[in-house]
């Protein structure tokens, strides 16, 4: 799950929203962060399954939205019982390492050396199991499906829940190509394709963005109950045929709840000047080599549950999703020159074999965005753990 990170002190925001009563200006922030930015640091501490940081930096206001990664930085997790465990770096900020086998009883916490030379270490945080997934659930309404997820714990030492999830879907072209082109023939040469070669098929993924938190503290119970997910807008391409959601979660601790709980109300809650004010973040993750340097993060330690739900597009019947490819089939005649126009560059892909009334004459064909799915962003290659 990654985010855009940006520094906006209080007065700097509170300077930026009195103007907006007035005229539209431009505005130039006072603030001047660091040239290398602050560090963030996402992740959890897993007793159960791999255990994954994402280390990068912020960037100022006035910058893009892609937040510049760590590379290089030592990562390891340590446990009060003197344990070490380190991650290796696999680029684009990531660091990760197998299922540790880490003790309820013990306290972890992340240490972080990074290429620059600076020195970051998290407290201590205890060890929290995570109670299983009760379900995940769907509506279907006017305005299209809405999926939540249930959680409770009986023995009541959760309290406080975080979710992310991974949605893949698959989706399929406007027509379906038996032919391909064999590449760099000369003269043109159209073959059978073969069942792994297919563009009719494809699947798209992508992962929460949001921050999905909730807490039954000021419950009876320890007991979350429909907690929203995401929503999929009706007859949108994402169940067109089939859908899948695989849902995580992850118990926190008191002070990592309302760590996250300030940061969505920062990022997510901060549309007009009604909204409430952003605060400062305090982390459990702090600078040795400069304690006045800010950073962003907070560490949990715990398990991790997952459940995976499919959807089918008959299940929310009528879904009225169509791929819209205005473009007509082309007949191509099979001679050489022809051939070689209209598939020499990939500008076209055969689709079928053409007939006339003296049999076959040539091929139907038409542009890769009508016929091949992955110019739509997926891949042809289906996942694991699709069903055939």
Aim: hydrophobic share 30%; glycine share 8%.
């Amino acid at each position: 799950m990654r985010r855009t990170f940006k520094i906006i002190p209080v007065a700097v925001l509170l300077a930026m929203v009195i103007p907006l009563l007035q005229c539209k200006q431009p505005y130039v922030s006072p603030y001047v962060s660091p040239a290398t930015g602050y560090l963030v640091v996402e992740g959890y501490i897993s007793g159960n399954s791999p255990t994954s940081f994402q280390l990068s930096r912020t960037i100022k206001l006035s910058g893009d939205t892609t937040n510049p990664v760590e590379d290089g930085a030592s990562v390891q997790v340590e446990g009060d019982d003197n344990s070490t465990y380190p991650l290796t770096g696999r680029g684009g900020g990531v660091y990760n390492t197998g299922t540790l086998t880490l003790n309820a009883g013990t306290n972890y916490r992340l240490r972080v050396h990074t290429l620059s030379g600076g020195e970051y270490l998290s407290d201590y945080v205890p060890f929290k199991p995570t109670p299983p997934i009760d379900s995940i659930n769907w509506i279907r309404n006017s305005n299209g499906v809405d999926i939540y997820v249930n959680a409770h714990n009986d023995a009541g030492t959760t309290r406080y829940y975080q979710w992310s999830y991974d949605q893949t879907w698959e989706y399929h072209a406007g027509e379906t190509s038996y032919y391909e082109v064999v590449p760099h023939s000369d003269p043109i040469q159209i073959i059978a394709r073969p069942p792994a070669d297919l563009v009719y098929r494809c699947w798209r993924n992508n992962s929460s963005s949001s921050i999905l938190i909730n807490s039954s503290a000021k419950l009876a119970k320890d007991e979350i109950y429909l907690q929203p997910l995401t929503h999929i807008p009706a007859d949108d391409e994402t169940l067109s045929v089939l859908y899948s959601i695989q849902v995580r979660q992850y118990s926190l601790t008191e002070d990592g709840y309302n760590f996250l709980n300030l940061m969505k109300k920062n990022t997510e809650s901060l549309g007009s000047i009604f909204d409430v004010q952003p605060s400062e973040l305090k982390g459990n993750i702090h600078c040795l080599s400069n304690p006045k340097e800010q950073v962003i993060g907070f560490i949990n330690a715990g398990t991790i549950q997952q459940q995976r739900i499919f959807i089918s597009s008959a299940q929310v019947f009528p879904w009225r999703y169509f791929f819209t490819c205005q473009a007509k089939d082309t007949i191509v005649n099979n001679n050489p020159d022809d051939l070689k126009h209209f598939f020499g560059g990939g500008t076209f892909i055969p689709v079928s074999m053409h007939y006339g009334l003296l049999g076959f004459d040539g091929w139907t064909a038409n542009g890769p965005y009508c016929v091949d799915c992955r110019t739509q962003g997926g891949s042809n290659i289906p996942p694991v753990f699709w069903p055939n």
